[in-house]
């Protein structure tokens, strides 16, 4: 029965790969448009895995992500455009041809000051729990936005409501995603390019995610999620494994900043504001908490959903005699999809099996905090 149930996982994975290799190429047909959706749903499901760490497996509330796509978008940005040679005399001498950063240099250094800063915001909030943890990180999420809206002087950084501009398409191996390539006589698009390359960072994280999930350090995340008190009783390093949590839900972050900045071409504080953080939570929520197709199946809907419903908007706005501006009525048909969601499916989409066991079995969190310090290792403890 279990090869049974193997080969149809197998024939599942083989079927959805073949799907999603392809999906770039049947959503050409109409038009460039469709591919970009596509690739910014791939960047919220990176946004919403790396989330889904912090809020999801070590349950600390973070309304302040956004900050982190933040840093690692201008990481990009700075290393990856004429803005630095241009403001700053000693970069230019060092880099007369411009400072072009190769893709295996500005995705480390997104993924790692993102990463300082996830460990930064997280070191003064250990004692914060719930509502005044969410307050915290909204504000570290602002403070951030607010810098780089005004480090434009007395040293100009960021350039900031300006936004940094010209900023290098990714290019590896002799391939510049920013120009269409041509395979076997079939051209393939620019954001097709990208599509390719997101999906595979969406591949890695999710193996990365998965394997944590089910390491000592996940299971100890969970059960600082389910109880801490217990969890702390029972030897865990809960200061530690926090650190750990922000740190690591940031680099990820990190990296589809990079990507963004990349995409777009061009970055500024506007992308980043408090509505990002909030749709990147609300992703995890309403996907499933803790569940990692959950979150998946989240962050592509709520991500697609806004573009999708503009081809409906229009309409319903001519139905009205124009009285209801499309814009609005999208964001009122957005409200009401996620209020149906969260009334017919409280905990979410795609909820995790074993997620909210604790509340309908006391006792159940101490006894996962007991299984996790019954094989911890000793270095986190």
């Known amino acids: 029965m279990n090869f049974i149930n193997r080969q149809n996982r197998h024939l599942?994975?083989?079927?959805?790969?073949?799907?999603?290799?392809?999906?770039?190429?049947?959503?050409?047909?109409?038009?460039?448009?469709?591919?970009?959706?596509?690739?910014?749903?791939?960047?919220?499901?990176?946004?919403?895995?790396?989330?889904?760490?912090?809020?999801?497996?070590?349950?600390?509330?973070?309304?302040g992500y956004v900050a982190?796509?933040?840093?690692?978008?201008?990481?990009?940005?700075?290393?990856?455009?004429?803005?630095l040679t241009e403001n700053f005399a000693a970069v230019a001498a060092l880099f007369p041809t411009g400072l072009h950063m190769p893709l295996w240099v500005v995705i480390p250094a997104g993924a790692a000051?993102?990463?300082?800063?996830?460990?930064?915001?997280?070191?003064?909030?250990?004692?914060?729990?719930?509502?005044?943890?969410?307050?915290?990180?909204?504000?570290?999420g602002e403070i951030i936005r607010v810098f780089l809206n005004n480090l434009d002087h007395p040293v100009n950084i960021t350039n900031g409501p300006k936004g940094l501009n010209q900023i290098d398409s990714i290019h590896f191996f002799g391939l510049d995603l920013g120009k269409p390539a041509s395979l076997f006589g079939l051209e393939i698009a620019s954001v097709s390019l990208y599509y390719y390359l997101f999906l595979s960072l969406v591949v890695v994280s999710v193996i990365v995610c998965h394997r944590l999930e089910?390491?000592?350090?996940?299971?100890?995340w969970m059960a600082i999620r389910e109880d801490e008190i217990a969890a702390k009783a029972m030897g865990i390093n809960t200061r530690n494994l926090k650190l750990l949590a922000f740190g690591m839900g940031a680099t990820f972050g990190g990296v589809a900043g990079s990507m963004f900045g990349a995409f777009q071409g061009f970055v500024s504080p506007e992308s980043f504001s408090l509505m990002e953080s909030v749709m990147i939570v609300a992703m995890v929520v309403l996907g499933g908490i803790g569940h990692l197709p959950g979150v998946i199946l989240g962050a592509v809907l709520l991500s697609a959903l806004p573009e999708v419903l503009r081809y409906v908007a229009g309409p319903l706005q001519a139905m009205t005699g124009g009285r209801l501006d499309a814009a609005i009525l999208r964001q009122l048909l957005i409200a009401v999809a996620m209020i149906s969601v969260m009334l017919l499916r409280p905990r979410g989409l795609w909820p995790a099996p074993t997620h909210g066991k604790s509340l309908q079995k006391p006792g159940v969190a101490a006894t996962t905090a007991e299984v996790v310090a019954a094989d911890h290792p000793p270095a986190l403890n």
């Open 113 to 140: 000051l993102a990463g300082v800063f996830g460990i930064l915001l997280g070191a003064p909030t250990l004692k914060l729990r719930g509502d005044y943890l969410a307050i915290v990180t909204l504000g570290f």
């Open 214 to 220: 089910f390491s000592r350090i996940g299971r100890a």
């Open 68 to 83: 982190f796509y933040a840093l690692g978008a201008y990481m990009f940005g700075l290393l990856a455009s004429p803005h």
């Open 12 to 63: 599942v994975i083989a079927v959805a790969a073949a799907l999603l290799i392809v999906l770039p190429l049947l959503l050409q047909v109409g038009g460039n448009a469709w591919v970009r959706i596509a690739d910014t749903a791939l960047l919220y499901v990176l946004l919403a895995l790396g989330l889904n760490i912090v809020v999801g497996y070590a349950g600390l509330l973070d309304l």
